[in-house]
């Protein structure tokens, strides 16, 4: 998971573009699965830490990744 998204991020993709299927952005997913290094790369790739329709500290802390 942590190289493809890598791969994908440093292909110049929108990181704040969201996934056709689930409808949610590549933030979501890093933080969902806990990668502190992903995360740290669609930050530095611009993703915006605000979401209308989700709150990715409590998404952390309900995953139980308190390191995000």
Do not use: F
């Amino acid at each position: 998971y942590s190289q493809i998204a890598k791969l994908i991020l440093n292909a110049e993709m929108n990181v704040n573009k969201v996934a056709y299927r689930h409808k949610r952005p590549v933030l979501w997913y890093a933080i969902y699965y806990g990668d502190v290094e992903v995360v740290r790369l669609v930050l530095d790739k611009g993703a915006h830490i605000r979401h209308e329709k989700y709150n990715y500290l409590e998404l952390a802390q309900k995953m139980g990744h308190t390191d995000i």
